[in-house]
């Protein structure tokens, strides 16, 4: 069973930064892109960014290039974001998905077949 759990959300001053994970079990994700989304009370999921399989290819919503980094472990299973600069538009529930069978487009929730359960990020100015 594919299962997800992020962490290392939760609150940061205006300018700060956190790292998010997201550790993947149930099988083995080397060759499966994964990305990372977010969804703010009252408006619909976003994507943020999302990495490829060997993670040589990124790809970032232009509200973050520049300011956050995707990355990936495969010996470890675990997908990194780490967030730097972080604005009060940042505050949102972010979400890991990996993209097993989905043809849709990378920078939709529809590209993902699996998600985590989300992790709380808040930033307070």
């Known amino acids: 069973q594919v299962q997800l759990v992020e962490s290392g959300g939760g609150l940061v001053q205006v300018g700060g930064s956190l790292r998010l994970f997201c550790a993947a079990s149930?099988?083995?994700?080397?060759?499966?892109?994964m990305g990372w989304f977010r969804q703010a009370p009252g408006k619909e999921r976003e994507f943020v960014a999302a990495?490829?399989?060997?993670?040589?290819?990124?790809y970032y919503a232009d509200s973050v290039k520049g300011r956050f980094t995707i990355s990936r472990d495969n010996a470890k299973n675990t997908v990194y974001l780490q967030m730097n600069s972080l604005k009060p538009e940042d505050t949102a529930v972010y979400y890991c998905a990996v993209r097993l069978y989905s043809s849709s487009y990378l920078y939709y929730p529809s590209g993902y077949d699996y998600w985590g359960q989300g992790t709380q990020v808040t930033v307070s100015s």
């Open positions: 149930g099988r083995t994700f080397s060759t499966d892109a």
């Open positions: 990495i490829s399989s060997g993670g040589r290819s990124t």
